[in-house]
């Protein structure tokens, strides 16, 4: 049975802390944001979201 891993989880974590960060940063008309000290431009929040897909599929099979 593949569980995800307490690692996984803290990554899915700060994806969504990324995601949040771009989101608010998008909808107050700005190109970049900055979430936990860091610079958060476009093509982090599109990652983050892949990942946070990407890891949500896999918990999807895992519980098949």
Do not use: F, M, Y
Request: aromatic fraction near 0%.
């Amino acid at each position: 049975t593949i569980t995800p891993s307490r690692s996984s989880s803290s990554r899915r974590s700060k994806a969504k802390k990324t995601i949040a960060a771009h989101t608010e940063a998008a909808q107050a008309g700005n190109g970049v944001g900055v979430g936990d000290g860091r610079l958060i431009e476009n093509l982090h929040g599109e990652a983050a979201r892949r990942q946070v897909a990407l890891a949500d599929a896999i918990t999807a099979l895992a519980k098949d």
